[in-house]
């Protein structure tokens, strides 16, 4: 069973770059499609990057295109690059696993639902 955790939160400036990681001692961590959404208090979670179990698919939210980075080490770690960092960005990241195939992900816009393993989130806070 994955349990990530996630790690690599804080504080930073606008402009700035921070990495978050997400570590998982599962065996079959390489099996899972991984991905990152954010949370802000009063608004849904949303996706913001997804990557497949191979590592050599990835997709992101449109806000994020082009200043983020989803990669993997599929030992037992994925990370999430986020450079060029706004205040909008800030949010309770959280990253998630899913054992189905990467393709379900890609048809069904990668939805909360279909992800069944959570870690606790870790805060980002992006200052203007």
């Known amino acids: 069973q994955v349990q990530p955790v996630e790690s690599g939160g804080g504080l930073v400036q606008a402009g700035g770059s921070l990495r978050l990681s997400c570590a998982d001692s599962a065996r079959t961590f390489s099996r899972y499609t991984m991905a990152w959404f954010r949370q802000t208090p009063g608004k849904e979670r949303e996706l913001v990057a997804a990557i497949s179990p191979s590592g050599d698919n990835t997709r992101y939210a449109d806000s994020v295109k082009g200043r983020f980075i989803i990669f993997r080490d599929n030992v037992n770690l994925v990370y999430l690059q986020m450079n060029s960092l706004k205040s909008e960005d800030t949010a309770v990241y959280y990253c998630?696993?899913?054992?189905?195939?990467?393709?379900?992900?890609?048809?069904?816009?990668?939805?909360?639902?279909?992800?069944?393993?959570w870690g606790q989130g870790t805060q980002v806070t992006v200052s203007s």
């Open positions: 998630a696993a899913g054992s189905r195939p990467y393709s379900d992900y890609v048809l069904s816009g990668a939805r909360t639902q279909d992800f069944g393993s």
